[in-house]
């Protein structure tokens, strides 16, 4: 199986990029967001847990995103490969993802880091804010967005590039464009 991690700020393309890889590789998409919702939803132990964390206004534990992302895992256990999106965003998760992963003998194959500079985020988020009329993707949420995406990333991808798993993705271009140069760096870690 192979696990990549995709990560780039609010605007890169992940979301794009993740569908066109679903599509070519057959990947399972597996969402930090998404599983958080279905074990609420579903009222699983680790979502009542959840569910309290967040009515009191605080971040899910790190231990406890890790636990869901385990159960989901190993319900995908024959699948050709998994795309971690949206976890790890800090240097702790990563530590966390790489020892549940070696708990059930694999590994982070690849790192993909969609790289878009600041104003071209902008750009592209505002006017995704006037087609979908998102509130949150205003010029001062945006900024703000960016700052808290930087100042997480920045060590987490050191991290990678000491493991030597981080491949930087240009993000600009045509959808196509990109997708070649996601598509390189995937067939490079099988």
Do not use: W
């Not at 045509?174 to 996601?182: A, K, L, Y």
């Amino acid at each position: 199986m192979t696990n990549v991690v995709i990560f780039g700020a609010p605007g890169s393309g992940k979301g794009t990029q993740s569908e066109l890889i679903i599509k070519k590789y057959g990947f399972d998409h597996i969402s930090t967001g998404d599983v958080l919702r279905a074990e609420m939803k579903n009222e699983t132990e680790l979502g009542k847990i959840a569910k309290d964390y967040i009515a009191k206004g605080a971040l899910v534990p790190d231990d406890l995103i890790i636990n869901m992302l385990a159960n989901v895992l190993d319900s995908k256990k024959n699948s050709k490969g998994v795309i971690f999106d949206g976890f790890p965003r800090t240097i702790p998760q990563g530590e966390a993802l790489n020892k549940m992963l070696a708990e059930r003998g694999c590994k982070v194959d690849v790192v993909l880091s969609l790289e878009v500079d600041d104003a071209e985020l902008m750009d592209r988020l505002i006017k995704r804010g006037q087609i979908s009329g998102r509130s949150d993707d205003n010029a001062e949420t945006i900024k703000s967005r960016l700052e808290v995406y930087h100042g997480q990333t920045s060590p987490l991808k050191q991290f990678y590039i000491e493991q030597g798993i981080l491949a930087s993705i240009k993000g600009t271009g045509s959808i196509e464009e990109i997708f070649e140069r996601v598509s390189k760096a995937i067939d490079a870690c099988k």
